[in-house]
């Protein structure tokens, strides 16, 4: 049984009892949140209700519900369900019948894979659920057939892969993935072409798919506390106003760690033989060195005419960032004597020092 549930008691001071007959006009809130409940039934929560048809919000967070009533089905004009910083491990299959239900928040539970009607996605109208700091391994399916869906908070969970299906999520703005272990970005992210908000902070990222130049809308990109050391070059399309890379070993270490593998002397063969277009066949020479040979990647430097085939040096060049940023960006070089002697110079103008404080906002977020 919950505990005491507040009377009706205190209410006369907010409303003329001479008006009581109209109460359920306007009263379409049930709030039973932050009174330290471990169970709730149907009678309970409608206590003070005449109507449950006219309620619009129900607030149970901040308690410590195991479970929620099936009969929450009953509520048919619910468009709120807050349940937060509770106990819960299941939903009730019923709560899919809660078909005006626009806003679930999930937050702070004990929620797993588990713990999701099979028929979840029949939740049509939802816009906005909060699912952060549960318990689930894999990414919901269900969420894929959501397709009104605006905002998801999957934060602070145990998520490792992504299922590559975000394309079906094209109404979704805020995409909250941060604090879990996510390993890889699928291309279909690029996809979601009314993103706006995009958190990828505290996982396990290297790299992200050259499609996140698709993001259009996209304004606030949050990477920080990953394991990047380069970004795609196609990143510079984007129109952000918020760029956080922080705790990167991009950012760590920028070219203190560059290093550079002097070349075998087989590949400095083939460079001379690359670079001197001198002829060759396979009746001159092996096949596997014609692969080889044919495996040749020029230089970015656009002013050197070279070639490199295993050993490069990596530099860091500084891209100017849609006039608001200078962004690092990696570069595959012949030889460091390739790197041009403004490369680390974050700006040439005399608006240095301000070019100085926006390089930082990326770096530092």
Known sequence: MATALPSQEGYEDDYDLDDVDDFDDFSDTIDYSHLNLNAIDYNELTATVENPHHIKNIQLNSNSLLTLTPEIDKFQSLITLELSNNQLVQLPHEIIYLKNLKNLYLKNNSLDDLSLPKDFDQLKQLEVINLGGNRFKQFPYQIFRMVNLKELYMGSNRITILPDLFQTLTKMEVLYLGGNQIGNIPDSIGYMDSLIVLNLCDNRLRTLPRSISRLNRLKSLSLHNNQFCALPPDIIRLDLQELSLRNNPLVVRFVRDLTYDVPTLKELAARTIKLHRVDYDDKSIPKCLIEYL????????????????????????????????????????????????????????????????????????
Not at 303 to 310: D, L, N
Not at 321 to 341: E, H, M, N, W
């Open 294 to 365: 044919n495996s040749a990647k020029s230089c970015l430097n656009p002013k050197c005419k070279g070639v490199y085939f295993e050993s490069c040096h990596k530099n860091i060049k500084f891209v100017d960032f849609c006039g608001k940023f200078y962004l690092p960006l990696l570069q595959f070089l012949c030889s460091p004597a390739c790197t041009p002697t403004s490369t680390c110079s974050m700006t040439t103008t005399n608006h240095s020092d301000d070019m100085n404080s926006k390089f930082k906002k990326v770096l530092l977020g």
